[in-house]
């Protein structure tokens, strides 16, 4: 605690005073970019990787970067979207995913998670991630971190279907005025990988121009996160 105190107050007699004209404008309201959404993980901070200010991103967290389906959950994530798409007009939607996730390392091992009940509860808007891999990779041929990197992909992909079923989301997207991107942040280097639709596999973000988005094949277990 002692460490977020001393931070505060650097942040209050530091940063924000030279920032003061960028809050005084805050204060007056929000036009974020982007709805980022992605993993509660203390690691990822999405205001970082992309080098972004306050008020560019309205950032939405949880184990797993998880949507539910509309309607298939009380959690905060419908309300969130909708206001994002709706009430502040975002373009764009993130998804990212990232290595070393330990909600996914629990999806795939929900044998693991008996002591954690409420986390093995929320992981099952997953289901499909872990059914997808079963069912569609030769996992004997595959080592344990090349397994969770496929999850982390596929979970990300899974999202975005999930994304498509909130009525505010499914508006955009008819009238061509919303994007959605499923990212992949690799921590140990620093890169994100980005989904093309046209490959049908995870790319380097920087490698990739945007298209719109199509039904995809499985991905090519080669591209490690």
């Known amino acids: 605690m002692k460490k977020l105190i001393t931070g505060l107050h650097h942040f209050q007699s530091h940063v924000f ?29 999405p205001n970082l990787i992309t080098n972004t200010q ?20 009380n959690g905060g994530e419908g309300g969130t979207i909708e206001f994002a798409v709706s009430a502040l007009g975002v373009k764009d939607i993130i ?22 009940p409420v986390v093995k509860a929320w ?18 041929k595959l080592e344990d971190d090349e397994v969770l990197s496929i999850a982390i992909q596929e979970n990300v992909l899974v999202q ?3 994304l498509k079923t909130h009525p505010s989301v499914a508006a955009g997207l008819a009238r061509g005025q919303l994007n959605l991107h499923g990212w992949a942040y690799k ?4 890169e994100v990988f980005t989904f093309n639709p046209k490959e049908g596999q995870f ?4 490698e990739v121009n945007y298209v719109r988005e199509k039904r995809r094949p499985k991905l090519n277990s080669g591209v490690s996160i």
């Open 187 to 190: 921590i140990q280097t620093g």
């Open 95 to 116: 998804i990212c995913g990232h290595s070393a996730c330990g909600a996914m390392k629990g999806l795939l091992n929900p044998e693991q998670l008996d002591e954690l």
């Open 203 to 206: 790319l380097p973000l920087t």
């Open 160 to 162: 975005i279907e999930n």
């Open 123 to 140: 992981l099952s808007h997953a289901d499909a991630t872990r059914r997808i891999v079963k069912e569609n990779y030769e996992l004997d």
């Open 54 to 73: 306050p008020g560019d991103l309205f950032i939405l967290r949880n184990a797993g970067n998880i949507i539910p389906p509309y309607g298939a959950a």
């Open 17 to 45: 005073q030279s920032q003061k004209e960028l809050f005084e404008r805050l204060a007056q309201g929000q036009t974020p970019d982007a709805l980022f959404i992605t993993c509660s993980d203390s690691r990822i901070n």
